[in-house]
């Protein structure tokens, strides 16, 4: 499946997440998980969730330098399906879904998931259960699937990062690394597929080039 223009993408990606997080409240409503409570402002936690969301994307743009196959076919794959309607997408488009992904990814898969596997089965079976379905619902190609995981392993590390549990920290890193990530995709969409939306004019008002 590929997106063709800005607005099925946002409406579908949107849509999709505001459901992962809806899914993520109720089901820890029903199983008795406060995982919306598990979110602490503090100014550690939120240096700690910039630095990951730093890392994590410096760790994942360096890797995709490497001669290695299946890491180009996951970047082809990515242009293909959301190249051209990132590319379409304004800064602010593209922050305020990585933010709804942020905080609806993390709410399920680590405020939910993880912790309420751990009330029955442990820790190392919540993280490792948590980020396997994590890399599961990123499943675009198996080399993705792998990485994303591996992903899902290092969200559910910082959820404990500070040594206080605090989903802060995994949410924020999370919003941080896919906002820097949509705007590399949304440059390199641009030069691949060239200026074919050069002569669109915005169709909202808060939109401005970047």
Same mark, same amino acid.
């Given at each position: !499946?590929?997106?063709?223009?800005? $607005? ?7 849509? *999709? ?16 998980? =406060? +995982?919306? $409570?598990? %979110?602490?402002?503090?100014? @550690?936690?939120? !240096? ?11 760790? /994942?743009?360096?890797? $995709? #330098?490497?001669?290695?196959? @299946?890491?180009?076919?996951? &970047? ?10 990132? +590319? &379409?997408? =304004?800064? %602010?488009?593209?922050?305020?879904? =990585? /933010?709804?992904?942020? /905080?609806?990814?993390?709410?399920? *898969?680590?405020?939910?998931? !993880? ?14 259960? +948590? =980020? ?5 619902? #990123? ?45 590399? %995709?949304?440059? $390199?969409?641009?030069? !691949? ?5 050069? &002569? ?7 939109? *401005?080039?970047?």
């Amino acid at each position: !499946m590929s997106f063709q223009n800005r $607005e099925d993408f946002l409406h579908t990606a949107g849509l *999709f997440e505001f459901s992962l997080l809806v899914l993520g409240v109720a089901l820890g409503w029903a199983f008795s998980v =406060s +995982s919306v $409570e598990q %979110i602490q402002w503090t100014l @550690p936690a939120t !240096m700690w969730g910039i630095l990951a969301g730093l890392a994590l994307y410096l760790l /994942i743009t360096g890797l $995709e #330098h490497l001669p290695f196959d @299946p890491l180009k076919s996951i &970047q082809e794959t990515v242009l293909e399906v959301i190249g051209r309607p990132l +590319s &379409q997408c =304004s800064l %602010i488009e593209l922050a305020l879904l =990585s /933010i709804l992904a942020g /905080i609806g990814e993390e709410v399920l *898969f680590r405020g939910f998931l !993880m912790t309420w596997i751990e009330s029955w089965g442990g820790y190392w079976l919540g993280f490792g259960v +948590s =980020s396997f379905v994590f890399g599961l619902v #990123h499943s675009v190609t198996w080399a993705y699937t792998f990485f994303a995981t591996l992903a899902g392993g290092f969200l559910g590390w910082l959820f404990d990062a500070t040594g206080q549990r605090n989903l802060l920290v995994p949410i924020i890193a999370h919003a941080l690394y896919d906002f820097l990530a949509f705007i590399a %995709i949304a440059k $390199e969409a641009r030069k !691949m597929f060239g200026d074919e939306q050069s &002569q669109k004019k915005s169709e909202t008002d808060n939109e *401005f080039e970047w």
